[in-house]
């Protein structure tokens, strides 16, 4: 059962316009959002989080957006640029116990942003 | 101040096989998670390690193991490896691993079973 879903997995943009990746999830225990954004032949890096209590988080390109009822978040790029090409990764924080918190990924949305 | 530092970067091993993996995660950081990267997939949850104890582990079967030294640098081993354990495997260093603390990322060992 895969509690963290992106649906799309790919995505083309021009640039300059605005990058939409969304992102589902079903535990209403996660408390914590991530997104991290990978190159190929590299980790991923974080980019952007959000707490479960707020709706909105931004970092100066990059918005995340959180619906909390509709168990939806969404990470907007504005404007896009072609260096944004990248697979990027929603991942969820749950406690697990002991101290420990997990992250849940989803499959991976691949962004190409043509120039 | 140094990333984390997967070694080696690639590996291929032959089916039966055992393999260990290394990560240094970042100075300070105590925390350090496994994950299996395979294709179509997302990074799916090994273990986590923190002060050399595991405190969490993912639904993976007994043959994925790994510890954590006092100098928190961490192994993963895989005994009897099959196909299917083909993927990139990547190591996360946190401070202590909170909920709203992010985790950094190695380059991931490149596994491919033949």
């Known amino acids: 059962d895969q509690q963290v879903k992106q649906n799309s997995p790919s995505l083309s943009v021009q640039e300059g316009r605005i990058s939409i990746l969304n992102c589902d999830y079903t535990n209403s225990m996660f408390d914590y959002f991530l997104w991290y954004k990978k190159y190929p032949a590299e980790g991923p890096t974080f980019l952007i989080s959000?707490?479960?209590?707020?709706d909105k988080n931004e970092d100066g390109r990059f918005t995340v957006f959180l619906n909390k009822s509709a168990k939806h978040l969404s990470l907007h790029i504005v404007p896009s640029q072609p260096g944004d090409s990248a697979v990027y990764f929603c991942a969820a924080s749950s406690y697990s116990g002991a101290g420990s918190y997990q992250l849940t990924f989803g499959k991976g949305t691949k962004l190409s942003v043509i120039p | 101040k140094a990333g984390v530092t997967q070694t080696p970067r690639y590996l291929i091993k032959t089916r039966g096989q055992q393999v260990t993996l290394s990560c240094s995660p970042i100075s300070g950081h105590r925390s350090v998670s496994w994950y299996q990267q395979t294709p179509g997939q997302g990074l799916q949850f090994l273990f986590e390690y923190f002060s050399e104890t595991q405190r969490n582990k993912g639904n993976f079967p007994g043959r994925f193991s790994g510890r954590q030294f006092s100098n928190s640098r961490s192994e993963m081993n895989v005994s009897t490896l099959e196909l299917g354990d083909s993927a990139l495997y990547l190591c996360?260093?946190?401070?202590?691993?909170?909920?709203?603390?992010?985790?950094?990322f190695g380059q991931g060992t490149r596994l491919t079973v033949v």
């Open positions: 996360a260093s946190s401070p202590v691993g909170g909920a709203s603390t992010e985790a950094f």
């Open positions: 959000i707490s479960s209590i707020k």
